[in-house]
């Protein structure tokens, strides 16, 4: 009994020490420049030293309208998607409890019985008899004592692949954040646009009623009040058209939220919508590395990593031990008697001698982590190209709304202008349904490109990787 309890003590303190296999992880030198990109188009890019960075601000703090605060609150607690990547991270973490337990030997405890009648020609007595053995044992069956760090390395594995599964849960709830709010904005550009072709739709109206008052009267021609009433026809299409699409833009923001939204917390327009808050991308680029999809991609690498001391492990030997003590008597009225005792002690080493499969699963252990290091470096590229993307839009769409501001300035004295020299008899109506589609055609264009500053605002807040818990 001694003997069994120092050997398996023995075991475990060579397990603990065991060493392993996997080679030493570096992680790869980023692929990208260390400085933001600079030029014209970034000319607005540069904050001020108290700007704080995306990470530095819980999305609670960068959105500051309550109502759409609330609306990401609700897609939080309902968005199935979101819900089905929390439910992989737990199966993942599962997946690496299995795995160390592996580690672990397995204590199982036995009780078995058996009764049987061996015949005079096979019996050692020379006459019929009937055999009964009952037992209670404790034991280990083969378990595999880890001397090359195959299962550590193993273990090792799953975790990586448990944490880059919880980045890309952190990742999913980044998207949503950003996704509902951009969802939201959406809704409340197409609904203000909505606004403008009703009015638009009534301005052509009245138009209408004038001009066929006129040509009532001989004073207009036909021609223009043709005209004017393709322009309501139009007008009568894009409301239409804009109706549906508020209506499709609210069941985009329902099915992210995953409940229906009561009116109150819709958005009127966008200028009912308060701007979020300005964020600084950061002096360097090497914040990146700490995306969840970097950060994921970087644990995939750090799994394939460990993947090949378990490929080079199996070179080397295996050694499993099986023991058990316990109890076993011919009677089962005396199997707990003293001088019942049993115990047994089975180690089993396995040599490898040929195996082609062996090296083939090392040499694609050892491209996988090249794959794996390609897809750390594409997913800091495609991060760094996300990030100076939004900082150009940022740098130049204050001079587009300005310039268009100043457009829709211009084409409304046109039309205004236009409409008077009509009035009075002086130009034809062509005058008028040129300046009316122009100023129609720059307050819509107005609207995109505010929709487009809210909107990067928030992407950009998403890819320098704010938005997290």
């Given at each position: 009994m001694n003997r069994n309890r120092f050997l398996l003590v023995g075991a475990i303190v060579t397990l603990l020490g065991?060493?392993?296999?996997?080679?030493?992880?570096?992680?790869?030198?980023?692929?990208?420049?260390?400085?933001?990109?600079?030029?014209?188009?970034?000319?607005e890019t540069n904050?001020?030293?108290?700007?704080?960075?995306?990470?530095?601000?819980?999305?609670?703090?960068?959105?500051?309208?309550?109502r759409l605060q609330k609306v990401i609150e609700t897609a939080l607690n309902n968005n199935r998607d979101l819900r089905l990547t929390a439910l992989n991270v737990e199966r993942a973490r599962a997946y690496y409890g299995i795995q160390r337990a592996e580690l672990l030997p397995t204590v199982q405890a036995v009780g078995s019985g058996?009764?049987?009648?061996?015949?005079?020609?096979?019996?050692?007595?020379?006459?019929?008899?009937?055999?009964?053995?009952?037992?209670?044992?404790?034991?280990i069956s083969s378990w595999e004592i880890d001397f090359f760090g195959r299962i550590r390395s193993l273990k090792d594995r799953a975790l990586e692949e448990y944490l880059a599964t919880d980045e890309a849960r952190r990742g999913a709830h980044i998207l949503l954040v950003s996704t509902a709010a951009q969802a939201y904005l959406a809704l409340a550009a197409d609904r203000e646009a909505l606004k403008l072709v009703v009015s638009t739709l009534e301005t052509q109206e009245a138009s209408y009623r004038l001009i066929r008052?006129?040509?009532?009267?001989?004073?207009?021609?036909?021609?223009?009040?043709?005209?004017?009433?393709?322009?309501?026809?139009?007008?009568?299409?894009?409301?239409?058209?804009?109706?549906?699409?508020?209506?499709?833009?609210?069941?985009?923001?329902?099915?992210?939220?995953?409940?229906?939204?009561?009116?109150?917390?819709?958005p009127a327009e966008l200028g009912s919508v308060s701007p979020p808050?300005?964020?600084?991308?950061?002096?360097?680029?090497?914040?990146?590395?700490?995306?969840?999809?970097?950060?994921?991609?970087?644990?995939?690498?750090?799994?394939?990593?460990?993947?090949?001391?378990?490929?080079?492990a199996a070179f080397f030997p295996r050694i499993a031990l099986t023991t058990a003590i316990g109890t076993a008597?011919?009677?089962?009225?005396?199997?707990?008697?003293?001088?019942?005792?049993?115990?047994?002690?089975?180690?089993?080493?396995?040599?490898?001698?040929?195996?082609?499969?062996?090296?083939?699963?090392?040499?694609?252990?050892?491209?996988?982590?090249?794959?794996?290091?390609?897809?750390?470096?594409?997913?800091?590229?495609?991060?760094?190209?996300?990030?100076?993307?939004?900082?150009?839009?940022r740098g130049a769409v204050n001079q587009q709304i300005a310039a268009q501001q100043s457009l829709v300035d211009a084409v409304a004295e046109t039309y205004r202008l236009s409409n008077a020299r009509y009035t009075k008899g002086i130009d034809?109506?062509?005058?008028?349904?040129?300046?009316?589609?122009?100023?129609?055609?720059?307050?819509?264009?107005?609207?995109?490109?505010?929709?487009?500053?809210?909107?990067?605002?928030?992407t950009l807040y998403r890819v320098l990787g704010g938005g997290g818990e």
């Amino acid at each position: 009994m001694n003997r069994n309890r120092f050997l398996l003590v023995g075991a475990i303190v060579t397990l603990l020490g065991g060493c392993t296999l996997a080679p030493e992880y570096t992680r790869p030198v980023a692929p990208v420049p260390a400085d933001w990109p600079t030029g014209a188009a970034y000319q607005e890019t540069n904050s001020a030293a108290s700007t704080p960075t995306a990470v530095e601000l819980p999305w609670r703090e960068f959105f500051t309208d309550e109502r759409l605060q609330k609306v990401i609150e609700t897609a939080l607690n309902n968005n199935r998607d979101l819900r089905l990547t929390a439910l992989n991270v737990e199966r993942a973490r599962a997946y690496y409890g299995i795995q160390r337990a592996e580690l672990l030997p397995t204590v199982q405890a036995v009780g078995s019985g058996s009764k049987e009648r061996v015949p005079a020609d096979l019996s050692s007595t020379g006459s019929a008899m009937t055999a009964e053995r009952y037992g209670v044992h404790l034991g280990i069956s083969s378990w595999e004592i880890d001397f090359f760090g195959r299962i550590r390395s193993l273990k090792d594995r799953a975790l990586e692949e448990y944490l880059a599964t919880d980045e890309a849960r952190r990742g999913a709830h980044i998207l949503l954040v950003s996704t509902a709010a951009q969802a939201y904005l959406a809704l409340a550009a197409d609904r203000e646009a909505l606004k403008l072709v009703v009015s638009t739709l009534e301005t052509q109206e009245a138009s209408y009623r004038l001009i066929r008052k006129s040509y009532d009267v001989g004073l207009a021609s036909k021609l223009d009040l043709r005209r004017a009433q393709s322009q309501v026809d139009a007008a009568k299409g894009d409301v239409a058209r804009y109706t549906q699409r508020t209506a499709q833009d609210e069941n985009a923001l329902n099915l992210l939220v995953g409940s229906p939204l009561p009116p109150a917390l819709l958005p009127a327009e966008l200028g009912s919508v308060s701007p979020p808050k300005d964020i600084s991308p950061g002096l360097s680029s090497e914040r990146l590395l700490r995306r969840p999809d970097v950060l994921a991609a970087e644990h995939r690498l750090k799994a394939a990593n460990a993947n090949i001391g378990a490929a080079r492990a199996a070179f080397f030997p295996r050694i499993a031990l099986t023991t058990a003590i316990g109890t076993a008597s011919a009677d089962l009225s005396g199997l707990f008697k003293s001088g019942q005792g049993t115990w047994s002690f089975a180690p089993q080493i396995i040599m490898p001698i040929f195996d082609a499969r062996t090296w083939s699963a090392y040499a694609v252990t050892k491209v996988e982590r090249e794959i794996s290091v390609a897809q750390y470096e594409k997913a800091i590229q495609t991060a760094f190209r996300e990030v100076a993307d939004a900082l150009a839009v940022r740098g130049a769409v204050n001079q587009q709304i300005a310039a268009q501001q100043s457009l829709v300035d211009a084409v409304a004295e046109t039309y205004r202008l236009s409409n008077a020299r009509y009035t009075k008899g002086i130009d034809s109506y062509s005058g008028v349904l040129d300046a009316q589609r122009s100023l129609y055609s720059a307050q819509q264009g107005l609207i995109a490109l505010h929709m487009v500053q809210l909107v990067n605002q928030v992407t950009l807040y998403r890819v320098l990787g704010g938005g997290g818990e």
